[in-house]
């Protein structure tokens, strides 16, 4: 699970996979802005299916907190 | 001679004044008044030792970390002339820079452009204490600053310090915020409304937190309670993007904030209506500006309630006029080219005939609009085809140059367009006529023009044309594509 969310961070981004880690946390890549957050969800939301309601992402600072928002919901 | 003091003497003055008093905050750093100046000398000794002296122009990678600023205003007070950069910013421009300045170094990037390369961290260690320094002379470059001109050579601005000093003083004038103000910076540094802001703080001797983005919200509010955060800067897209992802939790802090600064795009009338609600206690002052004349006329949504379709007001200290294109002043309610004179205008662009940018003494910003009797101003409309994505400024020139030298493309053209997801005003959309014989796709173009392009100047939304629409002349008609 965590992995296919790092191949989708790092494919919007445009970076190595191996530059994002669990302890990651949103923005802090340069690359990482918002514009390209709001892409992030809506990748995730198509790839894994779930719809991630607005209220969790406020809630979401690492890659680990994204992975266990998508694993609660699934 | 002018009595503005510039922003370096004001540094200098606080760091008398108010040594301990924290000045910024960046990560875990905590950097007061007296370690900020302290840290500036360092900065400014280390080029000197290296050989640089007055009038060398020095290209900085424009990060929000403490490093840029000690090299930003170390640099200033060796008489250097600074030139802010994105550190994203693409291979080719920089050298396009670093030609059109003559740069004598650049510090912060990482690749090997002929001229020096310098590290932020090489000024740590550097002896200040025996230093002596004379303060910048007002009326020399302290910045040379690069727009997006119309056709895709991005054009030099050189801003005196007497400039910024002046800008920093109307904006502050307007705003009302204060010495006990505690602002939050997520815009990029490498504008002039990003760059802008810290000027202001530190000219008044404030305090400014300098974070990455709006990206990680929960961080931004979490800076919010810790820091007791009382003003911010927005552009109209993170707004959006704060709303998206947050809803209406900024008014969560409707006590706490005193202002908030907005620029850079258009926002809409029902979104200013909608942020004034949210915070009835908070000065939301928007600008209208430009980086040749910084923020030329402002408005407050809740004083300006009546007036929300305007852009305001002149900035304090600031004159706005419309002109014909004979350069006539034309009256209340008349079209024509918006004009502006104060002490924070740039005298004119470098290689570039000044006899072009002004009307007198007026600088012409190139956008068209008309005055009210009662000083507001109203945009309607540029004349040239900049779009506008989320703040950043595209030249439609730019992009299509580099879609056209893709193998199987004949010729393109790009238009901004209303961003389908709401968030960043604009998005930009090229069409693509390719040769016959070719079976090029958007995919192939999008790519290849990844190297060269900045993310967001990549179009967003693509057609295939058989024709692009242009004037007797060829020039492109992009006001007929849709």
């Given at each position: 699970?965590?992995?296919?969310?790092?191949?989708?961070?790092?494919?919007?981004?445009?970076?190595?996979?191996?530059?994002?880690t669990?302890?990651?946390?949103?923005?802090?890549?340069?690359?990482?802005?918002?514009?390209?957050?709001?892409?992030?969800?809506?990748?995730?939301?198509?790839?894994?299916?779930?719809?991630?309601?607005?209220?969790?992402?406020?809630d979401?600072?690492?890659?680990?907190?994204?992975?266990?928002?998508?694993?609660?919901?699934? | 001679?002018?009595?503005?003091?510039?922003?370096?003497q004001?540094?200098?003055d606080?760091?008398?004044?108010?040594?301990?008093?924290?000045?910024?905050?960046?990560?875990?750093?905590?950097?007061n008044?007296?370690?900020?100046?302290?840290?500036?000398?360092?900065?400014?000794?280390?080029?000197?030792?290296?050989?640089?002296?007055?009038?060398?122009?020095?290209?900085?990678?424009?990060?929000?970390?403490a490093?840029?600023?000690?090299?930003y205003?170390?640099?200033?007070?060796?008489?250097?002339?600074?030139?802010?950069?994105?550190?994203?910013?693409?291979?080719?421009?920089?050298?396009?820079?670093?030609?059109?300045v003559?740069?004598?170094?650049?510090?912060?990037?990482?690749?090997?452009?002929?001229?020096?390369?310098?590290?932020?961290?090489?000024?740590?260690?550097?002896?200040?204490?025996?230093?002596?320094?004379?303060?910048?002379?007002?009326?020399?470059?302290?910045?040379?600053?690069?727009?997006?001109?119309?056709?895709?050579?991005?054009?030099?601005?050189?801003?005196?310090?007497?400039?910024?000093?002046?800008?920093?003083?109307?904006?502050?004038?307007?705003?009302?915020?204060?010495?006990d103000?505690?602002?939050?910076?997520?815009?990029?540094?490498?504008?002039?409304f990003?760059?802008?802001?810290?000027?202001?703080?530190?000219?008044?001797?404030?305090t400014?937190?300098?974070?990455?983005?709006?990206?990680?919200?929960?961080?931004?509010?979490?800076?919010?309670?810790?820091?007791?955060?009382?003003?911010?800067?927005?552009?109209?897209?993170?707004?959006?993007?704060?709303?998206?992802?947050?809803?209406?939790?900024?008014?969560?802090?409707?006590?706490?904030?005193?202002?908030?600064?907005?620029?850079?795009?258009?926002?809409?009338?029902?979104?200013?209506?909608?942020?004034a609600?949210?915070?009835?206690?908070?000065?939301?002052?928007?600008?209208?500006?430009?980086?040749?004349?910084?923020?030329?006329?402002f408005?407050?949504?809740?004083?300006?309630?009546?007036?929300?379709?305007?852009?305001?007001?002149?900035?304090?200290?600031?004159?706005?006029?419309?002109?014909?294109?004979?350069?006539?002043?034309?009256?209340?309610?008349?079209?024509?080219?918006?004009?502006?004179?104060?002490?924070?205008v740039?005298?004119?662009?470098?290689?570039?005939?000044?006899?072009?940018?002004?009307?007198?003494?007026?600088?012409?910003t190139?956008?068209?609009?008309?005055?009210?009797?009662?000083?507001?101003?109203?945009?309607?409309?540029?004349?040239?085809?900049?779009?506008?994505?989320?703040g950043?400024?595209?030249?439609?020139?730019?992009?299509?140059?580099?879609?056209?030298?893709?193998?199987?493309?004949?010729?393109?053209?790009c238009?901004?367009?209303?961003?389908?997801?709401?968030?960043?005003?604009?998005?930009?959309?090229?069409?693509?006529?390719?040769?016959?014989?070719?079976?090029?796709?958007?995919?192939?173009?999008?790519?290849?023009?990844?190297?060269?392009?900045?993310?967001?100047?990549?179009?967003?939304?693509?057609?295939?044309?058989?024709?692009?629409?242009?004037?007797?002349?060829?020039?492109?008609q992009?006001?007929?594509?849709?």
């Amino acid at each position: 699970m965590i992995d296919k969310i790092i191949t989708i961070i790092s494919k919007i981004l445009n970076v190595p996979s191996a530059d994002i880690t669990p302890e990651t946390e949103i923005g802090e890549p340069a690359e990482w802005d918002s514009m390209r957050n709001v892409m992030i969800f809506d990748e995730i939301e198509k790839q894994f299916s779930v719809k991630i309601d607005q209220s969790s992402l406020v809630d979401l600072e690492t890659v680990q907190d994204i992975a266990d928002l998508v694993n609660s919901l699934k | 001679m002018t009595s503005l003091k510039s922003i370096e003497q004001k540094i200098l003055d606080f760091s008398i004044d108010t040594p301990l008093k924290t000045a910024v905050i960046c990560g875990k750093n905590r950097i007061n008044y007296k370690t900020l100046w302290s840290s500036i000398l360092s900065a400014k000794l280390s080029l000197e030792n290296q050989g640089f002296k007055f009038g060398d122009r020095i290209i900085i990678a424009a990060n929000k970390q403490a490093e840029f600023l000690y090299a930003y205003f170390g640099a200033h007070l060796g008489g250097m002339t600074t030139v802010p950069v994105d550190s994203q910013t693409s291979a080719d421009r920089l050298k396009y820079i670093i030609e059109t300045v003559d740069a004598k170094a650049v510090i912060g990037f990482n690749e090997d452009f002929g001229v020096k390369k310098i590290d932020f961290a090489s000024f740590e260690t550097v002896e200040n204490s025996e230093c002596q320094c004379s303060l910048p002379v007002m009326d020399s470059v302290a910045d040379i600053m690069f727009t997006t001109g119309t056709t895709n050579i991005p054009k030099a601005v050189p801003l005196t310090f007497e400039n910024e000093a002046a800008a920093a003083r109307n904006i502050n004038a307007f705003i009302k915020n204060n010495s006990d103000d505690i602002e939050l910076l997520a815009l990029p540094v490498s504008h002039s409304f990003g760059l802008g802001r810290i000027r202001c703080c530190l000219s008044i001797g404030a305090t400014i937190i300098l974070t990455g983005n709006f990206a990680n919200i929960k961080k931004i509010f979490r800076t919010f309670d810790e820091e007791k955060v009382t003003g911010f800067s927005l552009v109209p897209a993170s707004w959006r993007y704060l709303k998206k992802m947050s809803g209406s939790k900024i008014a969560d802090y409707v006590k706490q904030l005193k202002y908030i600064e907005m620029g850079s795009a258009f926002f809409a009338e029902e979104e200013k209506k909608e942020l004034a609600q949210l915070l009835p206690e908070t000065r939301i002052c928007m600008h209208y500006g430009l980086t040749e004349a910084s923020r030329s006329a402002f408005m407050e949504f809740h004083e300006y309630k009546d007036f929300l379709s305007s852009v305001g007001k002149a900035s304090p200290f600031t004159e706005i006029a419309v002109f014909d294109e004979n350069g006539c002043k034309l009256d209340f309610y008349q079209d024509g080219e918006i004009c502006v004179k104060g002490e924070h205008v740039t005298s004119g662009y470098i290689n570039f005939p000044n006899e072009q940018t002004h009307f007198g003494e007026f600088f012409r910003t190139g956008d068209w609009g008309h005055l009210s009797e009662n000083g507001c101003l109203y945009l309607t409309g540029r004349k040239n085809d900049i779009i506008n994505v989320g703040g950043e400024k595209v030249s439609p020139v730019e992009v299509e140059t580099e879609i056209n030298k893709i193998d199987g493309v004949s010729e393109s053209a790009c238009i901004g367009v209303e961003d389908p997801n709401g968030l960043l005003g604009q998005v930009v959309k090229a069409f693509v006529v390719k040769e016959d014989s070719s079976d090029v796709t958007f995919d192939e173009i999008r790519l290849q023009i990844a190297d060269n392009l900045e993310q967001y100047k990549i179009p967003a939304q693509w057609e295939w044309a058989t024709e692009i629409p242009k004037t007797q002349n060829g020039k492109i008609q992009r006001h007929l594509l849709k």
